[in-house]
């Protein structure tokens, strides 16, 4: 590195931790994104100079739904087995907020020292990234359609992920989610080594495919495929009756393989980890001790006690996201362990504004049995009128259920605590920034 760069990459270092210094002291938020900003202009090519100082190589974790909680049981099972690993554990996941998560690990000239990088990495600025960073692994965990304001369909995303990656190195590894037809097709035609995860459990597939479904057609000829079954959205067993495509080869048999937390998607977050750690050179024993101790992520299944009472916080942000977590949540409430739901709908640029997607969430199934239902958010009436909708359409059906709107989110919290007895627990479904607002009326802070 010649003397300018070396000047230039100190000023921007020091520049960065200071802005991160100064926001953190006066309490102005985290300081995961403006201290990244700032160096970024300062020296443009900093995060390809970041990645390569990390001496066992950069994993990005990509995808719609799963990445935090990914990222995180990754870096638990790395940092278990001895290696130094550097995270954006604040959830930042746009180029600035990877910048500062490498930057808060370096010293004042800028030197990383650190075996491994796990970045969780917003699905659409993946091709922005890689046209300057090299990463030693990928893993894409699904696609599926989310913040209709913001992004485009699955197929068009899919396309500029294979162009991206394809000119990576020959040793970089992709670890790719095979019950999601498109994912599977994309590793098929990639040259670089591709593994695949998948659940082999049918006793899991879901009656029937649900609405909030994006491709259950054929990425290479567009036929409708002929699904054996169906494990969450268009996720599942499947082959093309037209040009023969079919699901990529698994390397882990799901069976065997305890999960984390609740929920199918979970289950698929456990594999995707274990499997790239298993590829780095961990050994099994290892991977399932760790998923035996493993704590949830902020928000994401996160379990917290408030007034002796447990409270579970299941962040929702899309069709199937939801879904999944109504799916959760029922199997609990069958249980008798959980009588009352907290939905909080907002509607920021965090979340996505167009909140249209709530009617291709099934919220029959959570009204069909019954139960509390307490609705806030900045959007509280849409929620409302969708989960009134629901009842409707249920109505020969349903069974005691109670419909409470909250327009204030600190008392539907209340309220919500309220209504649910010591012995059961509190699910409350929030969209992101409802999320974030959630966590500090419970526990005093946004994130951990």
């Given amino acids: 590195m010649q003397l300018l760069d070396k000047i230039r990459l100190g000023l921007a270092v020091g520049v960065a931790k200071t802005v991160t210094g100064i926001v953190r002291s006066l309490r102005l938020g985290a300081a995961s994104v403006l201290p990244g900003e700032i160096s970024r202009r300062l020296h443009p090519k900093l995060l390809p100079l970041l990645f390569e100082q990390v001496s066992n190589g950069v994993i990005l974790v990509v995808g719609t739904n799963g990445k935090t909680t990914t990222s995180l049981l990754l870096k638990q099972i790395l940092a278990d087995s001895g290696f130094q690993v550097v995270h954006n554990s604040s959830g930042a996941n746009l180029i600035n907020g990877l910048i500062t998560a490498l930057l808060n690990s370096t010293d004042i000239t800028g030197k990383l020292s650190a075996d491994f990088a796990i970045l969780e990495v917003d699905e659409n600025i993946l091709p922005l990234l890689l046209k300057d960073c090299q990463p030693k692994y990928i893993l894409a965990l699904n696609l599926f359609r989310d913040q209709l304001d913001r992004y485009g369909e699955v197929d068009t995303i899919a396309q500029r992920w294979a162009k991206a990656i394809a000119p990576l190195p020959k040793d970089t590894t992709i670890i790719l989610n095979a019950d999601d037809p ?105 991977i399932f001790s760790t998923i035996k101790n493993f704590k949830a992520a902020f928000g994401r299944a996160e379990e917290l006690e408030i007034d002796n009472k447990q409270v579970r916080i299941l962040l929702s942000k899309n069709p199937v996201g939801m879904n999944e977590t109504i799916r959760a949540v029922n199997n609990i409430k069958k249980t008798g362990k959980s009588n009352v739901t907290l939905l909080v709908l907002n509607d920021r640029i965090p979340d996505g504004t167009d909140v249209s997607w709530i009617w291709d969430v099934d919220t029959e199934e959570l009204v069909k049995l019954g139960g509390t239902l307490v609705v806030s958010g900045d959007r509280t009436y849409d929620m409302a009128l969708r989960l009134t909708y629901s009842s409707e359409e249920i109505a020969t059906e349903r069974t005691n259920f109670k419909l409470v709107v909250k327009e204030d989110l600190q008392q539907a919290i209340n309220a919500a605590l309220e209504f649910t007895p010591e012995t059961e627990t509190l699910h409350i479904i929030p969209t992101y920034s409802a999320m974030l607002e959630v966590r500090e009326i419970l526990v005093g802070r946004k994130i951990l």
């Fill in 182 to 286: 498109t994912l599977s097709s994309l590793g098929q035609q990639l040259p670089q080594k591709v593994l695949y995860f998948g659940l082999n459990e049918p006793e899991l597939y879901l009656e029937e495919i649900p609405h909030a479904v994006d491709s259950i057609y054929c990425p290479r000829c567009g036929h409708l495929l002929d699904y054996q079954g169906v494990y969450l959205s268009h996720l599942g067993d499947y082959q093309c009756p037209s040009c023969g495509f079919t699901k990529s080869k698994t390397s882990l048999d799901s069976q065997e393989y305890p999960q984390i937390l609740i929920g199918v998607y979970n289950k698929y977050n456990t594999l995707s980890a274990s499997l790239l750690a298993q590829e780095i050179g961990i050994e099994t024993n290892d």
